[in-house]
């Protein structure tokens, strides 16, 4: 009998313990969702003259609660030229998205993390500024999703506006605004 009741007891804690536990559980993950619903996330390849995949590109960029963050990866490699050849990895700490009349729009800028070769022809160095202009503009059957990169920074992301870039050859841009 002292045995059934030390059971009872016990699956009555731990009854109480699991409802508290579920209830903190179900408030988590609206405080989390709340601040990643604006995004551009992609990655793909743009062709030059005959040469495919002449630039590659992947980035994920985001806004949360604490701000922009995310990371992008950009690649040359032409056929004519290995001095031209570059790798150059983007610490994001800025994404400005915004509705366009064919999808929608960003840009991301941030800092080199890494770029190889160090002493390249373009002049990108590590923990020099980024900038990135996206376009979603792929589900509106008139434009490809546009991507270009600029090798020096400028004003800050969140000050620019529309623009034009490189068509995507083959890849996906993925842009979500602000509800």
Same mark, same amino acid.
């Given at each position: ?78 056929? *004519? @030229? =290995?001095?031209?050849?570059? &790798? ?7 994404? %400005? /998205? ?52 600029? *090798? @020096? =920074?400028?004003?800050?992301? &969140? ?7 490189? %068509? /995507? ?11």
């Amino acid at each position: 009998m002292q045995t059934h009741r030390r059971h009872r007891k016990f699956n009555r804690l731990v009854a109480s313990l699991a409802l508290a536990l579920t209830y903190v559980l179900m408030a988590v993950p609206t405080t989390v969702a709340a601040g990643a619903d604006v995004y551009g996330v992609g990655g793909g390849s743009v062709n030059f003259g005959t040469q495919t995949k002449f630039a590659k590109f992947a980035f994920s960029a985001h806004t949360g609660p604490s701000g922009d963050f995310g990371s992008a990866r950009w690649t040359l490699e032409p056929a *004519f @030229t =290995g001095d031209d050849r570059i &790798d150059v990895h983007v610490d994001v700490d800025c994404l %400005n /998205v915004f509705p366009a009349a064919f999808g929608a729009e960003g840009w991301i800028s941030g800092t080199v993390d890494r770029v190889t070769p160090t002493d390249n022809s373009f002049g990108i160095t590590e923990g020099g500024p980024q900038l990135l202009y996206i376009a979603d503009y792929d589900q509106s059957g008139v434009l490809d999703d546009q991507f270009n990169v600029f *090798f @020096t =920074g400028g004003p800050p992301c &969140d000050a620019l506006g529309p623009s034009s870039g490189v %068509n /995507v050859d083959q890849g996906n841009i993925n842009i979500k605004l602000a509800d």
